[in-house]
């Protein structure tokens, strides 16, 4: 069940390499019976022979490769913009100061006290935020 001829043709045809060539494996005698470029332009109108679609070479080794500190060129802030290093950081934040009062572990004065120490640039993360709470004994007790 050789078409390795009409494959060719079909490849020189549709401007493709030889490899990129589909031809369907139930219609291989109606491939093989088509000996004119003429028939093989029939076949491919009829979807029996199909152009694969290219391979790209992938590059997520080569990505995750490059990710290393040794890698790394420039400080952090030209690396990322400082502003947009702010917004996260005060989401964040804030976030986490909603659900501390939320869960009634800070009363609304101690969330405003911390609210306006985090938009005064006091924590640098929200681990930061949490020693704070806890060196200072802000966390109100839950009722067990």
């Given at each position: 069940?050789?078409?390795?001829?009409?494959?060719?043709?079909?490849?020189?045809l549709l401007g493709v390499g030889y490899h990129r060539v589909w031809i369907d494996p139930e219609k291989t005698e109606d491939v093989q019976s088509?000996?004119?470029?003429?028939?093989?332009?029939?076949?491919?109108?009829?979807?029996?022979?199909?152009?694969?679609?290219?391979?790209?070479?992938?590059?997520?080794?080569?990505?995750?490769?490059?990710?290393?500190?040794?890698?790394?060129?420039?400080?952090?802030?030209?690396?990322?913009?400082?502003?947009?290093?702010?917004?996260?950081?005060?989401?964040?934040?804030?976030?986490?100061?909603?659900?501390?009062?939320?869960?009634?572990?800070?009363?609304?004065?101690?969330?405003?006290?911390?609210?306006?120490?985090?938009?005064?640039?006091?924590?640098?993360?929200?681990?930061?935020?949490?020693?704070?709470?806890?060196?200072?004994?802000?966390?109100?007790?839950?009722?067990?």
């Amino acid at each position: 069940m050789k078409t390795d001829v009409q494959r060719r043709i079909a490849a020189s045809l549709l401007g493709v390499g030889y490899h990129r060539v589909w031809i369907d494996p139930e219609k291989t005698e109606d491939v093989q019976s088509a000996i004119t470029r003429g028939d093989i332009r029939a076949l491919v109108k009829d979807g029996v022979i199909r152009v694969k679609p290219a391979r790209g070479t992938s590059r997520s080794r080569v990505e995750k490769r490059r990710r290393g500190v040794g890698s790394v060129k420039g400080s952090l802030k030209s690396r990322m913009d400082e502003g947009q290093m702010w917004v996260a950081r005060i989401r964040a934040l804030r976030r986490e100061l909603r659900m501390l009062k939320e869960r009634r572990i800070i009363t609304r004065s101690t969330y405003r006290y911390l609210y306006r120490l985090a938009k005064g640039g006091v924590f640098r993360s929200v681990r930061d935020l949490r020693n704070y709470i806890h060196s200072h004994g802000l966390a109100r007790r839950l009722p067990v």
